[in-house]
């Protein structure tokens, strides 16, 4: 039992040190050689022979996945096609269901593939701008975004070419359309009380009395927000997703190519906005961030590869697969501690699927189930404070987790993994 305590140690200094915002490589390869001494493995081999392998497997696995689907977050952003949909999605909606426009908004870009950092950082001056004329607080935006953009549009809903969505491929040979239908049951679901919630809080705020407030860096950014995509029709805009969306599910392509594909359609269509000057920004940004993220998440599925080998994983391992439960249920638990204690979704799912899905598929369970029920539970606990995104996500709307965290922690823990749990039995219905 004490080989279980090292893990759980190790795991509990990650997230100590995320959320003092240290650098996510150095924490893992930090806790790599702590669980090493603790564990009695020799260090110098645990790094070299086997976080540096788990690593290199993932981002070989995922780094052009990540550099090209940069690319056409920042193809999209840049061309002003983001914002023209956002905005035109949130002028059907009007000042009353504002929250609800900017919600719909944002799942349907991370649907269409694009990062959700890229999405935030697009959508939050227009949220601004949505806000002010609703006037509603601006505390409330961070759970806004983080409700649309960190959930179910990337996990649930079947055919978006998001990494959470991808990622089981590899393991389990499942396709981006695995198990359809509980998909758009749970997301469906998980919107609903995302987005119900939400606007609860928005018309709470107003019995408050709470009014949206401005300082002169938000004014500039409102400013600023009025000018993007004014020149952009949201249809044309939308194209480029739905070209992606087609050749994955409709003609089964390739994730790269589909993702290439509507890169080289957004600047195609919106070239009078972007012109060759905009190419280098486009490629050196989208490859720059697409290259830190899939490293970062690298290195935390390099730690989980020694986790694996360490000697308290396979006492873990077995406790978990032999507790009086349906295999589904210790599956889904499984996953989402990982990715809670990881602070990262894809990272978590990775950790879970090289370690049990040969055991599960063994046990019976159909393997588009695990695919599905595996994408939603990592995003369960993945985004409790340490996480990168949240910290990212508050820094940009100038709030800190005192300020916003409630509304990011109910739409993106709380909601999240009890839609993972509904899925469970549903699955079982359903599939089994």
Not at 125 to 134: R, T, Y
């Amino acid at each position: 039992m004490l080989s279980i305590f090292w893990v759980v140690l190790t795991l509990a200094l990650i997230m100590f040190l995320a959320f003092k915002r240290l650098n996510i490589a150095f924490i893992s390869i930090l806790a790599v050689i702590i669980l090493a001494i603790l564990d009695g493995m020799p260090v110098i081999s645990t790094l070299t022979d086997v976080m540096m392998p788990g690593m290199a497997a993932y981002v070989q696995s995922y780094f052009l996945l990540f550099t090209i689907s940069a690319c056409f977050g920042k193809a999209m952003e840049m061309s002003g096609s983001a914002a023209s949909i956002a905005k035109g999605l949130i002028k059907i909606f009007g000042n009353r269901f504002a929250i609800i426009g900017i919600m719909v908004a944002g799942s349907l870009l991370v649907w269409g593939g694009i990062s959700s950092l890229v999405i935030a950082f697009t959508v939050y001056p227009i949220a601004l701008a949505v806000f002010e004329k609703a006037d509603l607080p601006r505390y409330l935006i961070p759970g806004v975004i983080a409700g649309s953009c960190f959930t179910f549009a990337a996990s649930a809903f079947p055919g978006t070419p998001q990494a959470m969505n991808v990622i089981p491929q590899a393991y389990l040979g499942t396709d981006v359309m695995a198990a359809s239908a509980l998909g758009v049951i749970t997301g469906v679901i998980g919107f609903v009380l995302a987005y119900g919630y939400m606007f609860l809080e928005g018309e709470k705020a107003r019995k408050k009395g709470q009014h949206f407030e401005a300082n002169e860096d938000v004014q500039k950014l409102l400013d600023d927000a009025a000018k993007v995509g004014e020149n952009v029709n949201p249809v044309i805009a939308i194209v480029p997703i739905a070209l992606v969306i087609v050749m994955l599910v409709g003609f089964k392509a390739n994730v790269l190519l589909s993702v290439a594909a509507g890169t080289v359609l957004c600047i195609i269509l919106q070239w009078k906005n972007l012109r060759f000057e905009s190419l280098k920004p486009i490629i050196e940004t989208g490859i720059s961030n697409g290259a830190n993220a899939v490293i970062t998440t690298g290195a935390i599925v390099g730690y989980g590869s020694v986790v694996k080998a360490s000697s308290g994983f396979s006492v873990l391992s077995e406790k978990l697969t032999k507790m009086k439960a349906s295999p589904l249920i210790t599956f889904a638990l499984t996953t989402t501690i990982i990715a809670g204690v990881a602070g990262s979704g894809s990272g978590g799912l990775v950790i879970a699927l090289q370690a049990f899905a040969k055991e599960y598929l063994a046990l019976g369970i159909p393997a588009e189930v695990l695919h599905r029920v595996g994408a939603l539970a990592a995003i369960g606990l993945d985004s409790l404070p340490h996480n990168g995104a949240v910290v990212v996500l508050l820094g940009l709307c100038g709030m800190t987790h005192k300020d916003s965290y409630k509304q990011i922690f109910v739409t993106t823990v709380v909601i999240t993994v009890l839609v993972a749990i509904i899925s469970v039995p549903l699955a079982q219905i359903m599939y089994m």
